[in-house]
């Protein structure tokens, strides 16, 4: 049976030049479409027939019957798949009670000190552990009680994060990056005393300011993203977060949070120089398989200023042959890279704001091999 206008369950779209952003309240999934795409789902969401929607792209662009035929189809096939909600990233909150009163053994508790607040995590296991304990381990307190309790526990093939003893997420298990983000969203909720839905997105990424403004390094794997962020701490820029950041949808301000730096093995030499201490912290093996330091950051003043509003995204890639590059990245491109590492929040108002916030943006692509052109890049994007 043909789908319907009425099947689909909520969509928030947004022109980004020749590309459209679509987002799906169902799977809470993003997809970028082209024009050609994007005039096959129009059609589709508005109950024009799917033989109707063939016969128009065939004569829009003379193509074949047979290739517009699996165009079509596929395009549907794809609009059916982001809207089942049983494709989500995570469970839906059909499921909470069961979350609310699931009972699991306590593998380690521990109490950090983030500014002025005391947070007690509980851990399930060994592995949810060793995802969040050792980028704040030197945060650790002494305190054994707390207004904020934050667990992340496993139960068969789902991730969960509770707060305060109500369930907050519930991840599978090939999604779990997501309950880093969902669990660092809270963390900065309950520093800044902010409620969850006027976090606008939460951005696995690097996050740095001059004390005015903020750039955002993507988090790329191997591009050499924290060992510039501890290059730009140590020439007196502040690392407001190495990993995750939380951007307000209020103000659209990126918020300080002091976890360490990962600092990889084959950065040491480059390190060492600015951080002599980095010979004397032990090397541990992180939830990704590499053998990382974790480097605190100097942010966790409560006295220090906490927001700052963003600048640009910058793409950094560390090459050691390749050239030096500087220049802006099209939306498109950016889009392409970013959208699947963003964590939204899931009410299609924001999702609007959010992608009205993303058109403002400028994008750049800065390629080193020598951090001190790396340094010169960044100084002037923040004096622009």
Avoid at 231 to 245: G, K, M, P, R
Avoid at 276 to 299: C, F, H, M, S, W
Avoid at 330 to 348: F, G, H, I, Y
């Amino acid at each position: 049976m043909e789908q319907t206008k009425k099947d689909i369950i909520i969509t928030v779209t947004k022109q980004f030049g020749e590309s459209t952003a679509v987002w799906f309240a169902a799977t809470r999934s993003f997809v970028l479409l082209e024009k050609p795409a994007f005039e096959v789902f129009d059609q589709y969401i508005h109950d024009i027939p799917v033989a109707s929607i063939v016969d128009y792209f065939i004569a829009t662009y003379n193509a074949a019957i047979e290739d517009s035929k699996r165009f079509v189809n596929d395009i549907i096939e794809g609009i059916n798949q982001l809207n089942n909600p049983e494709n989500a990233v995570y469970e839906p909150q059909k499921v909470r009670v069961e979350f609310d009163n699931y009972s699991y053994p306590i593998y380690a508790e521990k109490y950090y000190l983030i500014g002025n607040t005391t947070i007690c995590f509980r851990y399930g296991n060994e592995w949810l552990m060793d995802c969040f304990h050792p980028t704040m381990a030197h945060l650790e307190s002494d305190s054994t009680s707390s207004d904020h309790l934050l667990e992340v526990v496993a139960l068969n093939d789902l991730y969960i994060f509770r707060y305060n003893g109500i369930s907050q997420e519930a991840f599978s298990v090939e999604n779990g990056h997501y309950l880093r983000g969902a669990v660092s969203q809270k963390l900065f909720g309950i520093v800044y005393d902010i409620e969850d839905r006027d976090w606008m997105v939460t951005l696995h990424s690097a996050a740095i300011s001059d004390g005015k403004s903020v750039l955002i390094f993507p988090a790329e794997a191997g591009s050499g993203k924290s060992t510039l962020t501890a290059i730009l701490q140590a020439h007196d820029y502040t690392v407001l977060s190495d990993d995750f950041n939380a951007i307000n949808r209020i103000n659209k301000s990126a918020y300080r949070l002091p976890l360490s730096i990962s600092v990889k093995e084959g950065s040491l030499k480059t390190l060492k120089p600015f951080y002599p201490q980095l010979g004397d912290i032990v090397p541990e093996k992180a939830v990704t398989g590499k053998v990382v330091r974790y480097l605190p950051v100097a942010n966790n003043d409560p006295k220090s200023k906490v927001a700052f509003p963003v600048k640009a995204f910058v793409f950094v890639k560390y090459s050691k042959d390749g050239p030096f590059i500087f220049e802006e990245v099209e939306r498109k491109e950016a889009m392409q890279s970013l959208l699947p590492e963003t964590w939204v929040n899931p009410d299609p108002e924001n999702v609007k704001q959010f992608f009205n916030w993303f058109d403002e943006i400028v994008f750049y692509r800065l390629q080193y091999s020598d951090y001190h052109d790396a340094l010169v890049s960044i100084s002037m994007l923040f004096n622009k």
